[in-house]
T-cell receptor, first 114, second 116 residues
Framework: AQSVAQPEDQVNVAEGNPLTVKCTYS??????LFWYVQYPNRGLQFLLK??????LVKGSYGFEAEFNKSQTSFHLKKPSALVSDSALYFC????????????FGGGTRVLVKP | DTGVSQNPRHKITKRGQNVTFRCDPI?????LYWYRQTLGQGPEFLTY????????KSRLLSDRFSAERPKGSFSTLEIQRTEQGDSAMYLC??????????????FGPGTRLTVL
């Protein structure tokens, strides 16, 4: 079975400071890893994904994530947070050998204060 | 590319009634997924189609739930004899699957169901 853990329910950061949202995963095979963002009353918006290759993945809106196989982590980062980054962030995993469904973490609410 | 659309956006119904939701995927996307999201939780997989074939169903999808994608384009999700526990956001996603590649799922805005 595959699972995702987002250990922080909420992350508070001042505008202009670095932002990190943590994610760890568990799969029996090799993972595909994804980050999505959800704004109020809207669906999930794709940010980035890791498939294979370079462990540092760059995505939309200045976000990036680092795949760490030994720590089974895929933390989302942004060097300088904006107030508009305030939203709900979801990490998701798909086991390459176990079907096509995404398994999501519980989400982390990011609050960027001016 | 107009994105994934879902209708209605909101549905309020009384317990025991049947409801049907519609999802229109991004054109030319051959895979379509349904997820359910309850307040404070991440989305949970319900089922997915490749073209018109339903290839996987979650154990969450009880006998009261049925999904179709009759022509391989739009999909409907029907819930019969709704219960208060069915209250949730129902999300649809679509992707373009090519052999040997990993497809990305793009989500619609969701249909929020409230069962009174």
């Amino acid at each position: 079975a595959q699972s995702v853990a987002q250990p922080e329910d909420q992350v508070n950061v001042a505008e202009g400071n670095p932002l990190t949202v943590k994610c760890t995963y568990s799969v029996s095979g090799n993972p595909y890893l994804f980050w999505y963002v959800q704004y109020p009353n809207r669906g999930l918006q794709f940010l980035l994904k890791y498939i294979t290759g370079d462990n540092l993945v760059k995505g939309s809106y200045g976000f990036e994530a680092e795949f760490n196989k030994s720590q089974t982590s895929f933390h989302l980062k942004k060097p300088s947070a904006l107030v508009s980054d305030s939203a709900l962030y979801f990490c998701a995993v798909r086991d390459k050998a176990a079907g096509n469904k995404l398994t999501f973490g519980g989400g982390t609410r990011v609050l960027v204060k001016p | 590319d107009t994105g994934v659309s879902q209708n209605p956006r909101h549905k309020i119904t009384k317990r025991g009634q049947n409801v049907t939701f519609r999802c229109d995927p991004i054109s030319e996307h051959n895979r379509l997924y349904w997820y359910r999201q309850t307040l404070g939780q991440g989305p949970e997989f319900l089922t997915y189609f490749q073209n018109e074939a339903q290839l996987e169903k979650s154990r969450l999808l009880s006998d009261r739930f049925s999904a179709e994608r009759p022509k391989g384009s739009f999909s409907t999700l029907e819930i019969q004899r709704t219960e208060q526990g069915d209250s949730a956001m129902y999300l649809c996603a679509s992707s373009l699957h090519r052999q040997g590649a990993s497809d990305t799922q793009y989500f619609g805005p969701g249909t929020r169901l409230t069962v009174l």
